[in-house]
């Protein structure tokens, strides 16, 4: 893996006004690894993504960060919620949220979660093969269907279309069964995939919603409801579009091909939850390896890294120190020699003790993260900054 740039001075733009004096206060109470979630973080970019796209309800992605704090905030601003499995449901639920303002979006699910989740009250499920509007029969009215196809995923870090989306050939066939079974079709969905920087692949998906649409109507099938998906980039290493350079190009892809009678809804994660939480982490030994100097961290891959594996996210160092820069590995705390966070970036001489910030940590990282080795999970410290 090629090296990564440590950042000698901290911006403002990495910590979104992140008040340092404070987090040292902190850390005479709470020793590190902990996570600084901020919540004010997520109550502005879930305000700047609406007012970026004014046609589209927001239903957040629970997966990418289901904090307790992440729900609160956004319950309290009438956010709706992207769930995938009952205890995702159940969590919202507690959060006194009604299962009507909830879009079930796994499309393929096991009957079980199936049921329990249509008896609890969710109305809107997603599919992608054949196979799976035969569930659907079971439950009449109460499963609205939404037909979720492939798109290009060129432009996106995760590609969600090599495990899900209908080709968009097949969905005539899926029509016509839907058809067949009496399904309540409700309308169509996509995702562009995760951590999307290349607009083009959203206004091309609305097109070929627009298409699909059309299709839908000649066989007497009206749509309802079309699904945007999330994908909303945020920055880790470079540059990224801006929400309102997408925004702007996603509402006119919309004015112009879907019928402002057809209600729009999004699911964003990342961008949400993403930049809303910072990684501290420290130094508990270092060794010098094949002239390498190794540096050992009290978090890793089977905790809040978990998102280099399962994210391909590489998340930015961050330090005060302002000195000569050397090659080095930083390797996570576990016995699994596989628990290797960085196996080249450049670092600072460092010393056990030391503390490293890791930014934009708050997407597909806690939620993923393990026991692994008896070790604890990273604490969460939540404030209002």
Known sequence: MKAICI???PSH????????????????????PFMLLRTGIVRENLRRLRQALPRAEVYYAVKANNHPAILDVLRSE?????????????EVIAHGVAAEETIHTNPVKSVPEFEAAVDAGVRIFVADNISELDKFARFG?????????????GGSVVNLSYKFGAAVEDIDGMLDRAIALGLPFKGFCFHVGSQCTEIGKYT?????????????QRKGLRTDILDIGGGFPIEYEGDVPSIDDIGRQVSEALDRDIDPAIRVICEPGRYICGEAATLFASVIGKAVRE???WYYLDDGLYGSFSGRLFDQCVYQILTNRNTRWEKAVLAGPTCDSFDVIYKE???PPLEIGDVLMFPAMGAYCSVSATDFNGLRNTAVVVVDW
Do not use: M
Request: hydrophobic share 40%.
């Open 7 to 9: 950042k000698r001075q």
């Open 13 to 32: 733009k990495q910590l979104r006004g992140i008040n340092l004096n404070r987090v040292g206060d902190l850390q005479q109470t709470i020793r590190p």
């Open 78 to 90: 009438g956010c709706r919620f992207d769930i995938s499995s009952a205890r995702e449901l159940h």
């Open 141 to 153: 009215e109460a499963a609205g269907l939404l037909i979720r196809f492939k798109t290009d995923q």
């Open 204 to 216: 091309t998906a609305i097109a070929t919603a627009r298409t699909l649409i059309e299709a839908a």
């Open 291 to 293: 002239g390498t100097p």
């Open 345 to 347: 970036c450049l670092l």
